[in-house]
């Protein structure tokens, strides 16, 4: 028997205990967790800074803040994420107990990337936790110090029977997935998520796929575009490039390509003054096998800007590229570098055709001064997300789910949508064996006249929260009522 499955067997013993059940238990695995983060900072920050040449701020911003913040944002409203959850009534169920009760899948298998190794395999964590569910994590080998960091420490903060920390590469990965589970949640490739769905597809397990996609951003030309290139070399340029909702490319009007260049030219030298090459904020690409791809993207493109590389250090500084076309080799596949290709649309109509043309995004970013341009690129376009006149930091807010749609992904999480994707949404109708006179219209012989009271029972919607007010508002008016006519009787 593989340590896979052994590790998943004892998951599934441990969790068929109950143990995970009492709120009182999820809470203290959170807090073991939360621990975890602020006690082992610096190991964390140490693994980051060898797997992608990350500073230790970048490493709290990026990685370990929102982190906490879900922690955080979890213990505090597990309760009521927890509780169940009353529905609307018609008339069948009007004297019944319904409700939706959230309860545990069971064995959560989650596979992290190895970008954000941290941040985007310990987010889907906190749900699982939270959610009452036994976890297999399975870090990504490729970011290798951070996947030997969490294998070695996390297990001394969370209950060791029920999370469990599975190191490897893509045999062990493949032996993982042989398994049965109630559930996988995979940050990654297309290419894997297909392999990771056709694998749950064995047992119907159902998936979360986050995947990635070339996110497209269009600059109108009558936006702030000094601004506009300031956030999009910000988002773009964090990590590397290696961020999956980083804008992969631009659309713009030719007119504005020249000063987009300039204008992204003078972000860069403002946030790394000296170089990219020398500043401890700017990353490096994970490996020599990522370098040589990134770099073979360039081929049949015009360098507008940057373009320096160095496969020793595995750096390759902000680069701009001009003259790309949609059969260019830079178009063909999500860049995940710090390579941004702009491509030259005439107006917001071509550009909407040139996106809805492609697989759906991850994110779609739109820069205009006009409410009725954004709602136009809305209302035509589909992806995950859209985002306007900002990058990347629809992410930080929890509220929004977020996922992808079609190549994209399936599936969403953060915060409250994580606990509701890693729980079984258990409907409840609570009845009562009486009322057998107005039960009758579903028993046969069936007639006209029961079918016609069906029909009304089925098709009268109503809220029973408005009702109930109203009742009360009856009974207030009523009580009011007996009282002034009791005053106005004895005086």
């Not at 597990?78 to 069971?106: C, H, M, Q, S």
């Not at 000094?226 to 713009?252: E, M, V, Y």
């Amino acid at each position: 028997m593989s340590r896979q499955q052994l590790a998943v067997q004892q998951a599934r013993r441990s969790f068929q205990t109950g143990r995970t059940k009492p709120l009182e238990f999820r809470i203290q695995q959170l807090r073991g967790l939360q621990s975890f983060i602020q006690e082992r900072q610096g190991d964390i920050k140490d693994a980051l800074q060898k797997d992608l040449g990350k500073s230790e701020l970048a490493s709290e911003l990026y990685d370990i803040l929102v982190v906490e913040s879900e922690i955080k944002l979890s213990m505090t409203k597990l309760a009521e994420w927890a509780a169940p959850r009353p529905v609307e009534k018609n008339l069948f169920t009007i004297t019944d107990e319904v409700y939706v009760k959230p309860e545990p899948l069971g064995v959560v298998l989650i596979i992290g990337p190895w970008n954000y190794p941290w941040s985007l395999t310990l987010l889907p964590l906190v749900g699982a936790i939270a959610a009452g569910n036994a976890v297999i994590v399975k870090p990504s080998e490729i970011s290798s110090h951070s996947s030997k960091v969490m294998k070695e420490l996390l297990p001394l903060y969370l209950d060791k029977d029920l999370y469990q920390v599975v190191e490897g590469g893509v045999p062990e990965t493949q032996e993982l997935l042989k398994q049965r589970f109630d559930h996988i949640f995979y940050t990654g490739s297309t290419t894997v998520g297909k392999l990771v769905m056709e694998a749950a597809a064995r047992y119907l397990t159902p998936v979360t796929l986050e995947l990635g996609g070339k996110s497209p951003c269009y600059i109108d030309k009558n936006c702030d575009i000094s601004t506009a290139c300031r956030r999009i070399t910000w988002a773009k340029f964090i990590n590397c490039g290696q961020t999956c909702i980083a804008p992969d490319f631009l659309l713009c009007e030719p007119s504005i390509q020249n000063r987009v260049v300039e204008e992204i030219k003078k972000s860069i030298k403002k946030f790394y003054p000296d170089s990219p090459n020398s500043s401890e904020d700017y990353g490096r690409i994970i490996n020599q096998r990522q370098f040589k791809r990134l770099m073979g993207l360039m081929e049949g493109c015009t360098v507008a800007l940057g373009g320096d590389a160095d496969e020793a250090k595995g750096y390759i500084g902000p680069t701009v590229l001009k003259n790309v076309t949609a059969e260019s080799k830079v178009m063909q596949e999500e860049i995940f570098g710090p390579l941004l290709p702009i491509i030259s649309v005439d107006g917001v109509e071509e550009a909407i055709q040139f996106i809805n043309e492609r697989e759906k995004p991850l994110v779609l970013y739109v820069f205009s001064y006009d409410d009725k341009l954004i709602k136009k690129v809305i209302a035509e376009t589909s992806s995950g997300a859209v985002v306007a006149n900002d990058c990347v930091v629809h992410f930080l807010d929890s509220a929004l789910p977020f996922g992808g749609v079609g190549h994209s992904g399936m599936g969403r999480y953060r915060g409250r949508h994580t606990f509701d994707q890693l729980s079984n949404l258990r409907s409840c109708m609570i009845k009562k064996l009486t009322m057998e006179g107005f039960n009758s219209m579903r028993y046969p012989p069936h007639t006209d006249r029961k079918v016609s009271w069906a029909r009304r029972a089925l098709l009268t919607r109503f809220n029973i929260r408005r009702l109930q007010n109203l009742v009360i508002l009856a009974i207030l008016t009523g009580l009011a009522a007996f009282v002034v006519q009791r005053f106005l009787h004895s005086s």
